[in-house]
Each structure stands twice: as C-alpha cells, then as structure tokens.
C-alpha cells in the first residue's frame, strides 16, 4: 500500500468546483508514480533500461467527486504483478475516511525500444508486495467493444503537451478528449481500454455512442480503434 494526502486546487475543478475527471486521473497516476519512485522502481530506473508501464484498462467507481478545498488521501494497492503485466486498486478518501472514488486498474511493462511486452525483474516484483488489507471491491473488469454504429462528432490531433515520458499520449488526456464530447457530465462509473498509444501528430476521429445507461466514446484512427471510455 502506498499513500499521499494533497488538497484539491482551483486548477483541478469545473465550474460546479468538482475535481474533473482528467484531474481524478492524475491523481491516481501521479500515486502510482510516487510509488514506484519511492520504493526504487520508478522512472529513473526504467528509462535507462528502455522500459515503461502502460495502462491498459481504468474502472473507475464515483460516489462523489472531491471538491475544491477539500483535503484527500489517494491510496494505491498493487497486486498481480507477474509475468509482464499488474494490477492496481485505488481510493480517493476525504480526511474522515469516506471513500469518494475506487478504481481498478490493469499495467503493461514495455519494452519501449522493441515495443514489445517485457517481463517484470525480481527487484519490481519485490518492490510491490501484496497488502493483506487490501480493501475489497466488486469490479466489472469489461472488455469494451465497439460496434461501428456511433456518430463522428470531431477531431483530435496529439500534439506536445500531450505527450509523456513513454512517449505516447499520456493516458489521463484520453479522459480529457473524450468527456468534451460528452452531451453532460455527471456519471458514476467511468471505464477506459487502451487499445492503441497516440503518439505525436496523431489525428484521431471521435465517435459518441449514446448506450441506455450512459455514452461510449470512441477515439478511432482510418478504421482502427485507439481508445473506448464509457461514462455512466
């Protein structure tokens, strides 16, 4: 288990003074990195060995946003990690402990170089033990599929300030692409799979699927799928 407090600044919210969902991202990025960097396996000893995370899938459960002012703790608990590929639980909680947001997340290690999965050392297996309270959360953990029958409604090209140190799309910018789109803003499970990595200058059409609980929105390049979110 790793943890970090922090407070919710005018710069992370919306004009109801809610955290946006591009800054709920960051943060459990943000404490996924301050993990890794902490306990020795962080980007500074990946880069020089061409290796980077990938996140693959988000499920991220809202009960209520964070609001501007308010202190939180942003937990991350990981577990699965073997062969090339771990998981991640989140929370964000308020001071007195009410848990606003969960989410569950799934990481691939790259071989940046080859671009090719890569196996996981012995000392970032060690670097992640298993919390035995690690709390318990029912996940849907869907594989989301795109049917073709959305409506384009624009464009998107990647340019520098999107990009990371992997060098592609940082993924929190997926979620801030796709809710511009959406027709409002107020939902309680939002799910991301990462298909393909945007890299620079990419120019991805934008499909919104209306679903009968919420919307899907597809980002897609010629005919191929880079990145499906559903909001609902």
């Not at 062969?83 to 989410?103: F, K, N, P, Q």
């Not at 919104?208 to 597809?218: F, N």
């Amino acid at each position: 288990m790793y943890q970090y407090s922090d407070r919710v600044s005018y710069s992370e919210v919306d004009s109801n003074l809610n955290l946006t969902y591009y800054a709920l991202v960051n943060y459990m990025q943000d404490c996924s990195c301050f993990h890794s960097d902490d306990v020795g396996v962080g980007v500074h000893y990946l880069a020089p060995r061409s290796r980077g995370w990938f996140v693959t899938t988000y499920e991220i459960h809202i009960n209520r946003l964070p609001k501007y002012m308010e202190r939180i703790k942003i937990t991350t608990y990981p577990y699965q990690v073997r062969g090339m590929m771990a998981r991640r639980v989140y929370t964000i909680c308020s001071e007195e402990d009410e848990v606003l947001v969960y989410a569950d997340s799934l990481w691939v290690l790259m071989d940046l170089e080859h671009l090719r999965p890569a196996r996981i050392d012995d000392k970032m297996i060690a670097a992640y033990p298993l919390d035995p309270d690690m709390p318990k959360f029912d996940f849907e953990r869907s594989k989301l599929q795109y049917k073709a029958e959305g409506e384009k409604v624009g464009r998107f090209v990647v340019n520098e300030n999107h990009i990371d140190t992997n060098g592609h799309m940082n993924n929190s910018f997926y979620i801030d692409v796709t809710r511009r789109y959406l027709p409002k803003e107020n939902f309680f499970q939002i799910t991301v799979n990462y298909k393909k990595a945007a890299l620079l200058f990419d120019e991805l059409d934008v499909y919104l699927v209306e679903l009968e609980t919420g919307y899907q929105v597809v980002l897609k390049k010629d005919d191929e799928v880079y990145t499906i979110v559903e909001y609902k």
